[in-house]
C-alpha cells in the first residue's frame, strides 16, 4: 500500500472494516442467544418446579408437613438464584472477552497498518520532514501506551468482579443434606 489511497485500497479497508464488524455482530449474537437458551431453560424448571411444589402443597396433611414443604421449597430456590446470576455473569463475561479480543486485534492491525503506512512516507518525504514522522510515531506510541494502560485497568476490574463473585458463591448458605 503506497501512502496515498487508492480505490482498491479504500475498497479492502471497506471490505475489512465489515468483515470485523460481522465479526463483532456474530459474538454479540451468541451471547444473546446463550443468555436466550438459559432464560428459556429457567422458565421451563420454573414450570415444572412449581407444578411440583403445588402438588405437594395439595397433600399436606398437617402444620408439620406445611413446615417442612416451606423448608425445601426455600433453600433450593436461594441456591438456583445464584448459580443463576453466575451463569448470567459468566455469559457476560465471556462474551466481552471474546469482543474485547476481537476489537483488540483490530486495533493492533490499524496500528501496523498506519506504521507500514508512515514506514512508507518517510521513504519518499522531502527533505526536513524527519521531525514530523518522528512526532507522529511517538505520539502513535503514546496513544498505545494510553489505549494499554487503560485496557489493563479494564481487566483488573474484571478480574476483582470475578473474584468477588466466586467469593460470594463460595460463602453461599448450602442446602442441609438429607
Known amino acids: ?5 487508492t480505490p482498491e485500497n479504500l475498497s479492502e479497508a471497506q471490505k ?4 470485523a464488524m460481522m465479526k ?15 432464560q428459556l431453560n429457567a422458565a421451563r424448571a420454573s414450570l415444572q418446579e412449581t407444578s411440583e411444589k403445588f402438588k405437594a402443597m395439595m397433600s399436606v396433611k398437617d402444620a408439620q408437613d406445611l413446615v417442612s414443604i416451606n423448608r425445601d421449597i ?14 448470567i455473569y459468566d455469559i457476560a463475561s465471556q462474551t466481552s472477552s471474546e469482543v474485547q479480543r476481537l476489537i483488540d486485534a ?17 521513504k ?19 496513544a498505545n501506551s494510553a489505549f494499554d494502560t487503560a485496557n489493563k485497568a ?18 453461599a448458605p448450602k442446602s442441609p443434606k438429607r
Do not use: W
Open 24 to 38: 463483532l455482530s456474530h459474538k454479540a449474537f451468541e451471547g444473546i442467544e446463550k443468555m436466550v437458551d438459559l
Open 106 to 122: 483490530q486495533i493492533a492491525d490499524a496500528n501496523k497498518r498506519l506504521v507500514d503506512a508512515l514506514d512508507e512516507f518517510v
Open 74 to 87: 426455600a433453600t433450593p430456590t436461594a441456591e438456583k438464584a445464584l448459580a443463576y446470576s453466575r451463569t
Open 16 to 19: 475489512q472494516n465489515i468483515e
Open 154 to 171: 479494564a481487566r483488573q476490574v474484571v478480574e476483582m468482579a470475578e473474584r468477588n463473585m466466586r467469593a460470594a458463591s463460595e460463602t
Open 1 to 5: 500500500m503506497g501512502i496515498y489511497p
Open 124 to 142: 519518499t518525504a522531502p527533505v526536513g520532514s524527519e521531525g514530523i514522522v518522528a512526532m507522529m510515531k511517538n505520539s502513535l506510541t503514546a
